[in-house]
């Protein structure tokens, strides 16, 4: 598995390096198209309300473009310069709402625990196992139920991600860590501020308001599904190895050529995974020309809609379950349950 491994990171390792000509290309076709979809959208609200809507919409899939460029910095691999990268970072953190280094630890510990059952709970989604749901309370239960609802999920998660969980630090952050996220929300506060007072708040939610929600509902479609499907893999630690859980714990999305393009590349999440210093606009040629990289599960636009049934993993099985797959353990446990209770009460 050693030689496997060392082989394996070898032959991605030549797309490894940024091309800092390409990082300023890529800067200019999307933060252009993504300034002029905001003018446009403004302008529209002179024509038409559903105009408005619909540029602010194609706006998101710009925003999501964006974030794979703050991603990417905070990877280290959009720019040589880390300078470079933790200004770009910053500013792109500031228009996708994310702070910089808060996200940075996060998703730095979510590679380096993917797909461990036991290290579970920081920069991933909330997943159970069967034992773990079984032996849950109901309360557990029904709060699991409702966070994987996709309505939910998808509904109600950007707003929390946006307005909760990306403007507060966690209890264990670094002084640097603090000071960008507070930097990061003042600027945000400011730019809507400004906004608001020359557009007015009504203008503001129909064009920022929509744009950023569907932008963050996207961001986290393509999360959950790159790590939701059937036989992903997770494995407790003392089995646990980064490069099954790389390769065979992250999926290939394979979209259609113009949302691969927007989503800049992010459907190659296995390649990702496996050498997360590569940049986005490199992942599809590391793919391509490494044969074991093959091997990854790859699903599509249809296939991933399948994937919102499966909501518990089966370490024994190793794949995602549905609830109703557990009825019959949990009328088991219930049964149990009552027949304890009776027991007791006919000793006392």
């Known amino acids: 598995m050693k030689e496997k491994t060392k082989a394996l990171h070898k032959s991605v390792a030549p797309y490894t390096t940024a091309n ?18 905001w003018g446009l959208s403004y302008a529209s609200l002179q024509v038409s309300v559903w105009l408005t809507v619909l540029f602010s919409i194609i706006g998101a899939g710009f925003v999501v473009r964006t974030f794979i460029i703050f991603h990417d910095c905070t990877h280290g691999s959009f720019f040589h310069n ?33 797909s461990n059952l036991d290290k579970r709970g920081i920069g991933d989604i909330w997943i159970m196992t069967i034992d773990e749901y079984v032996e849950a309370s109901k309360w557990q239960r029904f709060c699991y139920r409702f966070y994987r609802n996709p309505l939910v999920m ?20 670094r002084p640097k860590e603090k000071r960008n996220t507070y930097i990061t929300n003042i600027a945000i506060l400011l730019l809507y501020s400004l906004m608001i007072y020359f557009m007015g708040w009504k203008a503001f939610l129909l064009v920022e308001g929509v744009m950023m929600y569907v932008a963050a509902a996207l961001g986290i479609w393509l999360f959950y599904i790159q790590h939701t499907f059937e036989d992903s893999y997770f494995e407790e630690d003392s089995e646990w190895h980064y490069v099954k859980a790389a390769v065979e714990g992250s999926s290939y999305y394979e979209l259609p050529r113009w949302l691969q393009w927007l989503t800049g590349n992010i459907g190659f999440h296995h390649v990702h995974h496996l050498a997360p210093r590569i940049p ?57 349950v009552k027949y304890e209770k009776m027991k007791q009460e006919k000793l006392s």
Do not use: C
């Open 20 to 37: 800092n000509k390409k990082s300023y290309i890529q800067l200019a076709n999307t933060l252009l198209p993504l300034i002029l979809l």
């Open 82 to 114: 880390k300078r470079k990268n933790d200004f770009i970072g910053t500013v792109t953190g500031i228009i996708t709402l994310f702070p910089y280094e808060k996200w940075k630890r996060e998703h730095a510990i979510h590679h380096a625990s993917s």
């Open 154 to 173: 998808f509904g109600l998660g950007p707003l929390y991600l946006m307005l909760v969980a990306n403007r507060i630090n966690r209890s264990d952050a």
């Open 280 to 336: 986005n606009y490199h992942l599809e040629e590391a793919h391509n020309t490494t044969p074991p990289l093959h091997q990854a599960t790859t699903i599509n636009l249809w296939m991933s809609l399948d994937s919102l049934k499966y909501r518990l993993y089966d370490p024994k099985n190793m794949q995602f379950v549905r609830f109703r797959d557990v009825k019959a353990l949990l009328r088991k446990k219930s049964t149990l």
